[in-house]
């Protein structure tokens, strides 16, 4: 069955520190995959997405993710967190293979950033 | 504005009443989606319309549930006689069309507790 498993439900690093955000996903063909973040009281933003190509895509914000078909990952990064990082971060994958936007979301996880 | 519309923003009702949900896509876009996003459930896929096709709504949780567009524009989530377990936000969501490379931008939320 399709499905995306985001391991880690609630994370804390210190603003300036990297950060990964892992996203696992169990699909029979190839993967539409997206990054969305979810901030208190807003609609779900997408920050990127992968189709084809080049495994290392770069989103908004300064995020990227990079696409692993050995390993059936899609992690998502950022080199330097900001306060305003703070949120939640659901990874998900098109169950209609690219047709549809239907999407099939993980549990997400939740964002916490230290001053 | 330019964005996905959706009201009420937040609506309590009582169970085994009838509640309609609004949503009001970007201009131009014939794709419409409804989420459901709960505690329990995470983010869920309800249906969506695209164009005049027939919708497709392989996520609607039973036969309570409903959703009718409109003209290509406005669409309405009716869930009738509430129960407890439909307390959730709801988020409908649109993009040019069905297509994964057209970018979804989803409202934010109409919020239903039901009691």
């Known amino acids: 069955a399709q499905s995306v498993t985001q391991p880690d439900i609630h994370i804390t690093v210190s603003e300036g520190a990297s950060l990964e955000l892992r996203c696992n996903y169990s699909y029979g063909a190839t993967p539409y995959l997206f990054w969305y973040v979810q901030s208190p009281g807003q609609g779900l933003q997408l920050l990127l997405k992968?189709?084809?190509?080049?495994?290392l895509v770069q989103g908004i914000k300064g995020f990227e993710a990079e696409f692993k078909r050995s390993q059936s990952s899609f992690n998502l990064r950022k080199p330097s967190v900001h306060c305003s990082d703070a949120a939640e971060y659901f990874c998900?994958?098109?169950?209609?293979?690219?047709?549809?936007?239907?999407?099939?979301f993980g549990t997400g996880t939740l964002l916490a950033v230290q001053p | 504005g330019a964005g996905v519309s959706q009201s009420p923003s937040n609506k309590v009702t009582e169970k085994g009443k009838d509640v309609e949900l609004r949503c009001d896509p970007i201009?131009?876009?014939?794709?419409l989606y409804w989420y459901r996003q709960s505690l329990g459930q995470g983010l869920e896929f309800l249906i969506y319309?695209?164009?005049?096709?027939?919708?497709?709504k392989s996520g609607l949780p039973s036969d309570r549930f409903s959703a009718e567009r409109t003209g290509g524009s406005v669409s309405t989530l009716t869930i009738q006689r509430t129960q407890q377990e439909d307390s959730a936000v709801y988020l409908c969501?649109?993009?040019?069309?069905?297509?994964?490379?057209?970018?979804?931008?989803f409202g934010e939320g109409s919020w239903l507790t039901v009691v």
């Open positions: 992968y189709f084809s190509g080049d495994t």
């Open positions: 319309f695209q164009g005049n096709s027939a919708p497709d």
């Open positions: 998900a994958v098109d169950s209609g293979g690219g047709a549809t936007n239907k999407l099939i």
């Open positions: 201009s131009g876009h014939t794709a």
């Open positions: 969501a649109s993009s040019l069309d069905s297509n994964s490379g057209n970018t979804i931008y």
